[in-house]
């Protein structure tokens, strides 16, 4: 069955350092793979996807993230994080009938 | 283009009660989704409809009943609350077969329910 796994619950980084969570996928096919950021009290908004072609993909705010296939990876990453991408990122992957699986979350806080 | 809109945004509900949410898109999108988000478990699918008139069962559809009676409308009912049921409810849309980007899911701000 299609997993997806979070595994950092929490992560805290500075104002201005570097950011990657990570996620990994467990699919039997060609992974469509997303992104997702909820700021709190918010829906959740699309930060990138990943269908075919290039593994390196860029998103909105800066963000990236690396498909790689023999990792069963979709990590996301950003070089300078800013106060406000302070929020709760989920990772997805898409199923042969157009449903996402997704994972249990990170909660990215920002120190100051 | 509002997007998709949920309503109502907050309710408390006490046990054995029903209540309906609404979730509204203007995107034309064929497919549309509920999910229910818990802390620590992400977002889990309730039920979903890949059309006007369908409907299926997703990964928690206990305690839950759906219809789909205009393409731009999505109904999800509770027919007797239960404290477990006490959430987020998100709806979300997709899959307009004239844009290649039919696996992006579009969210609404969500409704957050209590139930007593």
């Known amino acids: 069955a299609q997993s997806v796994t979070q595994p950092d619950i929490h992560i805290t980084v500075s104002e201005g350092a570097s950011l990657e969570l990570r996620c990994n996928y467990s699919y039997g096919a060609t992974p469509y793979l997303f992104w997702y950021v909820q700021s709190p009290g918010q829906g959740l908004q699309l930060l990138l996807k990943?269908?075919?072609?290039?593994?390196l993909v860029q998103g909105i705010k800066g963000f990236e993230a690396e498909f790689k296939r023999s990792q069963s990876s979709f990590n996301l990453r950003k070089p300078s994080v800013h106060w406000s991408d302070a929020a709760e990122y989920f990772c997805?992957?898409?199923?042969?009938?157009?449903?996402?699986?997704f994972g249990s979350g990170t909660r990215l806080l920002v120190r100051p | 283009n509002a997007g998709v809109t949920q309503t109502p945004k907050f309710r408390v509900l006490k046990t054995g009660q029903s209540m309906t949410l609404l979730c509204a898109q203007d995107?034309?999108?064929?497919?549309m989704y509920w999910y229910r988000q818990d802390p620590g478990m992400g977002l889990r699918l309730i039920h979903y409809?890949?059309?006007?008139?369908?409907?299926a069962k997703g990964e928690v559809p206990d305690g839950y009943n759906v219809s789909r009676l205009k393409k731009q409308n999505f109904l999800l009912g509770l027919e007797s609350a239960a404290p477990s049921q006490t959430s987020v409810y998100f709806c979300?849309?997709?899959?307009?077969?004239?844009?290649?980007?039919?696996?992006?899911?579009?969210f609404g701000p969500g409704t957050r329910l209590t139930v007593t």
């Open positions: 979300a849309s997709s899959f307009n077969p004239l844009s290649a980007a039919s696996y992006e899911q579009y």
């Open positions: 990943y269908f075919s072609g290039d593994t």
């Open positions: 995107m034309n999108h064929e497919y």
């Open positions: 409809s890949v059309g006007e008139g369908t409907t």
């Open positions: 997805a992957v898409g199923d042969s009938s157009y449903k996402l699986i």
